[in-house]
C-alpha cells in the first residue's frame, strides 16, 4: 500500500532549525509532485510548501520563504523540509503530500502521511 511517512519533528526554541523527512514506498513517486501543509492549533490547514517532479521547481508559502527549504531524493522517494529560522507561528502538524501536480489546495494532492509535530517556544 501507498505509505508516507514524516519524521524529525520536535520541540525547539525559537530561531532554531529542524529537518523534515518524509519517506514514500508503495509506488514510484518520482513523476509525482510533493509538498508539505501544516496545521496549527485551532487552524485549517495551510499549504507550506511543494515542489515539482524534477525537485527544481520549488514553490513557498509567503510567511516562509526565505527560511525554508524543500528538496527530494527521487532515488529514495524521499521529501525534506529544512526549517531554519523557527518562530513561535511555525508551531503546528505538519503532513507531508504527493499529487500529480503541485498547488497550494490540499484537494490536489492524492496522497497524505499521518504528519509531524513541531514546537517553537519562546
Known amino acids: 500500500q501507498v505509505r508516507l511517512v514524516e519524521s524529525g519533528g520536535g520541540s525547539v526554541q525559537v530561531g532554531g532549525s529542524l529537518r523534515l523527512s518524509c519517506a514514500a514506498s508503495?509506488?514510484?513517486?518520482?513523476?509525482?509532485?510533493m509538498g508539505w501543509f501544516r496545521r496549527g492549533p485551532g487552524k485549517e490547514r495551510e499549504f507550506v510548501a511543494a515542489v515539482d517532479w524534477s525537485g527544481r521547481r520549488p514553490l513557498y508559502t509567503d510567511s516562509v520563504k526565505g527560511r525554508f527549504t524543500i528538496s527530494r531524493d527521487n532515488v529514495d522517494n524521499t521529501v525534506y523540509l529544512q526549517m531554519n529560522t523557527l518562530k513561535p507561528a511555525d508551531t503546528a502538524v505538519y503532513l507531508c503530500?504527493?499529487?500529480?501536480?503541485?498547488?497550494?489546495?490540499?484537494?490536489?494532492?492524492?496522497?497524505w502521511g499521518q504528519g509531524t509535530q513541531v514546537t517553537v517556544s519562546s
Open positions: 508503495g509506488r514510484d513517486f518520482s513523476g509525482f509532485a
Open positions: 503530500t504527493a499529487g500529480l501536480a503541485p498547488a497550494n489546495y490540499p484537494r490536489a494532492y492524492a496522497y
